[in-house]
């Protein structure tokens, strides 16, 4: 990524190509694996974004086939976060945090850890939890 694409915190996730993929129902996102292809393969994230979503979320499909959903915001400033080959999440401004899938914070200058949501999924449909975010 370079230097420009940071100053200006351009995050290289794609959202879907289907946008119509995923769903709020109630305090839940209901994302339907089957039809979004970024996801398909171990080591891909995406990031779902839209009205009635309170919050940017992250999804990513780890290298172990699990899946996990953070809010997609640095706790810098709030940039968003991409997915490292290296299984980390780093933020896509200058400053460059980095963060586990867990959102527990490894470097840089974020003042803490990135919230996780948490994800079940029953075959193709993985639904994130957003009730942690009531009252944020
Ligand atoms: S916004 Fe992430 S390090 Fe500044």
Known sequence: MSLFSRILGLSRTARPA????WRLDGAEIRLDLGRA?????PGTALRLEGPGLATRVLVVHDAGDRFYAL???CAHFGRRL??????ELMCCSVNRSRFDLEGRKLSGPAK???QS????????ILRVDLAALAGK
């Open 18 to 21: 289907a946008p119509d993929c």
């Open 71 to 73: 809010v997609n915001r």
């Open 37 to 41: 292809a970024e996801l398909k393969a």
């Open 117 to 124: 949501l948490p994800v079940v999924r029953e075959g193709d």
């Open 112 to 114: 803490g850890d990135a």
């Open 82 to 87: 991409d997915l490292l080959e290296s299984g």
